[in-house]
């Protein structure tokens, strides 16, 4: 009797997890780091992984390949838009609690230099990682650091390799996703990342799809936090989850 008991409230309670897991709402973060608003989405969506019901996946994708595409110009090349940007993100920054401190340069950090490099150092994480994606969460806040942070390279790759060293990885690692960025495969993987946020009619960067229903609700920008929540039935607490519940 107290057996049959037993198994029955385990049965329950794998019920509920399998009810559960089937409820989680599903949200693709497109991103580059060579975009300081997906860096705010990114750190915004990732301290909500564990607050929403969701499973989050990051999408690295190629924001030039984005810009190219959907014919958009990128702010920094509109002279008005680029005053407000600089002013924008010291605000920005405060309030999401990011340390967004613009490169000295940034015309050649973010067009000269760009980040196709970085990125495809990025799908070569993301390929190799098994179980999740930790690895590439971690190098990419890395990288969003040196080129946003402090100032520093994001294309060569000594700089691909400290920064990947700095998130955890080991030197024979990165020497094998060194090798790994530069082949067709990844080239492709890139490509193809960045053609699906095209094909969710993609201008710019951060782009969030949400998958509700058996339909993409997409999101642009990093001040669509409340229309997100409402789009997957949960709530917004500010930028500081976990404070919020203080």
Known sequence: MYNIVIIVEISNKKINILQMASSRKVIELFYDVISPYSWLGFEVMCRYRNV???DLKLRPAFLGGIMQGSGN?????VPNKFLYMTTDLH??????QVPISPPADPFEAMFEKGSLSAMRFVAAVQER????DKQVEQVSRELWMR???QDKDITQPASLSEAAMKAGLSASEVEELLKLSTSKEIK????RSTQEALDHRAFGFPLAVCHVNGKAEVFFGSDRFELIAHCIGEKWMGPQPAAAKL
């Open 91 to 96: 605000r920005l920054a405060q309030y999401f």
């Open 188 to 191: 492709d993987k890139l490509k």
């Open 147 to 149: 080129i946003w942070s």
């Open 73 to 77: 110009k990128p702010p920094g090349l």
């Open 129 to 132: 990682e098994v179980g999740g």
């Open 52 to 54: 929403w019901n969701i």
